[in-house]
């Protein structure tokens, strides 16, 4: 089942830019098996090129590593060093769609997520919030997804063993995006 774009009030085709004052790039990861650290991700930018249908469309995703956030900078620092990210040497986490299917209600977002230098698929599950004209005249769109990663398929395996057993970082990584997207501008 196609989804047409015109079935989507206000909705146009081209290439939506990402409002990043409005949106946002969460994660969360078990800490010491108690607990879930969360943090942001302060810099991206992201574009929501809108085909005829849904599934003519795509979304392509950078984000600045080095904006890293979890309210420690000792901990950010760690992260984005070479036990984590080696933001030095892999600046962008990038995520490139390869499908767009599903309904607005019902979004199912498939890509490629890129993390220090590896590749591998991801599903992002979520939903189209709708369409709205600011009262600045600017028409705006918001997608709202998340996924759940292996940190370890990407090469990043840093953990210390704690005393009582287990690990200090899981494995499971769960990244939320609510991104609000501004329509083209008439040339």
């Known amino acids: 089942m196609t989804t047409s774009i015109e079935q989507i009030k206000g909705l146009s085709q081209g290439e939506w830019t990402a409002d990043a004052s409005h949106s946002h790039i969460t994660w969360s990861v078990r800490h010491a098996g108690i607990s879930k650290v969360r943090g942001t991700f302060d810099s991206f930018t992201s574009t929501l090129n809108v085909g005829e249908t849904l599934e003519q469309s795509s979304v392509v995703t950078d984000i600045d590593v080095a ?8 901990r950010d620092g760690h992260v984005r060093g070479a036990d984590f990210f080696d933001a030095e040497n892999h600046p962008a986490i990038s995520f490139r769609s390869t499908s767009v299917s599903g309904t607005p209600d019902d979004l199912v977002i498939e890509g490629e997520l890129t993390i220090r230098g590896t590749s591998a ?5 979520g939903e189209l919030a709708g369409v709205t ?3 600045f005249g600017i028409t705006r769109t918001g997608v709202s997804a998340s996924t759940s990663i292996s940190r370890k398929a990407f090469g990043i395996t840093w953990n210390a063993a704690l005393e009582a057993g287990g690990v200090l970082v899981g ?3 769960t990244i939320d995006l609510d991104v609000e997207y501004t329509a083209p501008q008439a040339a």
């Open 67 to 74: 904006s890293i956030n979890s309210r420690d900078e000792n």
């Open 121 to 125: 698929p991801v599903t992002l599950t």
């Open 133 to 135: 004209t600011d009262p």
């Open 171 to 173: 494995d499971k990584v």
